[in-house]
């Protein structure tokens, strides 16, 4: 089987400054943020990336969607690579994070129709897309609600349902219930695994093992930059431990510390 996604011994570094040396306790001016990673992600599953704060994951995420370029290797959207045809690779995926801003003077009824003019969607496919992600995270009510009226959880929620207006084939959503309330978060996670079903490909980053046991079919542990392991649930969990362990096994090797 082909892969959806396909991330080649990509690798990118930042310039770090004084301040934020400071932050990362280091004289080094550079920071390998992603060292030779590579991984694949298949139609009709979740793939998750796991791994502590700083780890890559986010950097990883951003050059899958074409916001960050990786300083070597490539990364292919269904044979497209996002170096030489992110405009086409842009038409296929979502890329969903906190850092989304919306501005709070509009409705979530105005900026999805917005969106959608973007994608070049016409009256009525929009007004289907609308009614269905609206139902589903229970905007409806809310549609003529300011941004900045809505609570967090019901912001959250209005930026998945723009992100997902033009019902992209491919989802890369960064750290998924981070902030959230339980109930939003439940939404969220069910919306994700329906998402599975209906033949999407899905790659999530989260520091959060529970999470991962929950929804993700495969699973790659990132560390430093590198993806130390990957592969199954159950070829990764021995049945003496459970995933967490693995995990902090792992980082103690990689890291060269103890938790």
């Given at each position: ?70 300083d070597e290797g490539n990364i ?75 609570s967090s959880g019901m912001r ?104």
């Open positions: 089987m082909n892969a959806t996604v396909r991330v080649e011994d990509i690798s990118k570094t930042f310039h770090l400054s004084r301040k934020q040396q400071k932050i990362e306790q280091t004289n080094i001016s550079t920071k390998k943020a992603v060292d030779h990673l590579s991984f694949e992600a298949y139609q009709g599953e979740i793939y998750g990336l796991l791994g502590p704060n700083g780890a890559g994951k986010t950097t990883t995420l951003r050059c899958i969607s074409t916001l960050m370029r990786p292919f959207i269904n044979e497209n690579s996002v170096l030489k045809n992110e405009n086409e690779v842009r038409k296929t995926i979502a890329f969903l994070t906190s850092d989304l801003k919306l501005e709070n003077f509009f409705t979530p009824n105005y900026l999805f129709i917005y969106f959608a003019k973007l994608h070049g969607m016409n009256d009525v496919y929009t007004k289907q897309r609308k009614d269905l992600l609206f139902s589903k995270f229970g905007i409806d009510k809310f549609a003529e609600v300011k941004i900045g009226d809505l959250q929620k209005v930026q998945i349902a723009i992100s997902l207006v033009h019902d992209p084939e491919v989802i890369i959503f960064d750290e998924p219930t981070n902030g959230l309330d339980v109930l939003t978060a439940k939404v969220v996670t069910d919306y994700l695994i329906d998402l599975k079903k209906q033949g999407k490909t899905i790659i999530v980053s989260t520091h959060i093992f529970s999470l991962v046991e929950k929804i993700c079919d495969r699973v790659g542990i990132i560390i430093n930059g590198k993806l130390v392991k990957s592969g199954t649930l159950d070829s990764i969990i021995d049945k003496d431990i459970d995933l967490e362990t693995v995990f902090f096994n792992l980082f103690m090797l990689e890291s060269g510390e103890s938790v």
